[in-house]
């Protein structure tokens, strides 16, 4: 059995998926870009933008499913350019404490949806 997630806080799904789904306990978030949930727009501006634009969509996920970044316990970042992975870094470092940081892999891709910069999912307990 599965429990769809959905939120205003985070974009709407553009396809056949869901902004999340909980199943056996464990939140899966679909890979957040960098659109803006209440306007719909894609926010650019810089690396550093994207990604703080990204964490705050998976925090609003998080949030509806009534957890928060202690609980993730494994993120995929996606980045159009490994030259990004510092700036991505400091902005998605600010949502994990060091003694709660979950597992995760940051791979360089060709492209990304929107052709935004970054792309990040997790996973959750709940």
Do not use: W
Not at 26 to 39: F, R
Not at 92 to 104: I, Q
Not at 112 to 123: A, F, N, Q, R, W
Request: contains cysteine.
């Amino acid at each position: 059995m599965k429990q769809i997630i959905q939120t205003k806080h985070a974009p709407a799904p553009v396809g056949p998926y869901n902004q999340a789904v909980i199943a056996n306990g464990i939140l899966y978030v679909s890979g957040q870009i960098a659109i803006n949930p209440e306007t719909g727009e894609l926010e650019t501006g810089g690396i550093k933008s994207e990604t703080e634009r990204v964490m705050q969509n998976i925090a609003g996920v998080l949030a509806e499913a009534n957890t928060t970044f202690d609980n993730v316990i494994k993120c995929t970042i996606f980045m159009t350019d490994m030259e990004n992975y510092a700036a991505i870094n400091e902005v998605y470092s600010r949502y994990f404490k060091d003694e709660t940081a979950p597992a995760r892999e940051a791979v360089e891709v060709s492209n990304l949806p929107k052709y935004v910069k970054v792309e990040i999912s997790c996973m959750a307990t709940v």
